[in-house]
């Protein structure tokens, strides 16, 4: 975890200086909204910050040049096979890192639009992005391993971040009809 935090501290300490700009956003695009007249100017406002603040960091670690082994993983499972004999720590990294990728995507878009209210459309969305990420992992040559793996987690920790909000958000469903 001592590596962990001398990789990635800058940016564990930079998402804490920007909670405060995070926060005069949303009340400037709150503000911005109320006057002309959204419906929802405020829940509206903390789910495009959440998420931008929220994606930002995880966005900047997966796009830092490595040093370590660069290629392509196209095998589904596979690269998740080979961690099952890591250390738990690098499992936890690994696994729990590219879970919480899109954590703030998947929790907080079917807040902010009744469109990407299922949890398919959180799926998509996340996934379409993750692959983005992992092409641009790929063809920026930053030393990284971009896999099939990565997108399957980042878009499992978007769903499962849906579904941990979906209380918020469910009931702005419209109910279905049974047709006649």
Same mark, same amino acid.
Do not use: E, F, N, Q
């Given at each position: 975890m001592a590596r962990t935090w001398e990789l990635w501290g800058n940016v564990i300490i930079a998402g804490t200086f920007a909670l405060p700009l995070a926060l005069l956003a949303i009340l400037l695009l709150f503000r911005h909204r109320a006057r002309a007249r959204h419906p929802a100017p405020l829940r509206v406002s903390i789910a495009d910050v959440g998420i931008a603040?929220?994606?930002? #960091?995880?966005?900047?670690?997966?796009?830092? #040049?490595?040093?370590?082994?660069?290629?392509?993983?196209?095998? #589904?499972f596979a690269d998740l096979t080979d961690l099952l004999g890591a250390p738990w720590d690098a499992v936890l990294v690994q696994v729990g890192g590219n879970l919480l990728v899109f954590a703030a995507l998947g929790a907080l878009?079917?807040? !902010?639009?009744?469109?990407?209210? !299922?949890?398919?459309?959180?799926?998509?969305?996340?996934?379409?992005f993750s692959v983005l990420v992992e092409v641009l992992q790929y063809t920026l040559r930053l030393g990284r391993f971009s896999s099939v793996d990565d997108v399957l987690l980042n878009t499992t920790g978007a769903v499962i971040f849906a579904l941990v909000t979906r209380r918020w958000w469910a009931d702005r469903i419209p109910a279905r009809t049974v047709p006649r």
């Open positions: 603040v929220g994606t930002a #960091p995880w966005i900047w670690m997966i796009l830092t #040049p490595s040093d370590g082994a660069a290629g392509v993983g196209l095998v #589904p878009l079917p807040v !902010r639009s009744r469109r990407m209210s !299922r949890l398919g459309r959180v799926a998509a969305v996340a996934a379409a």
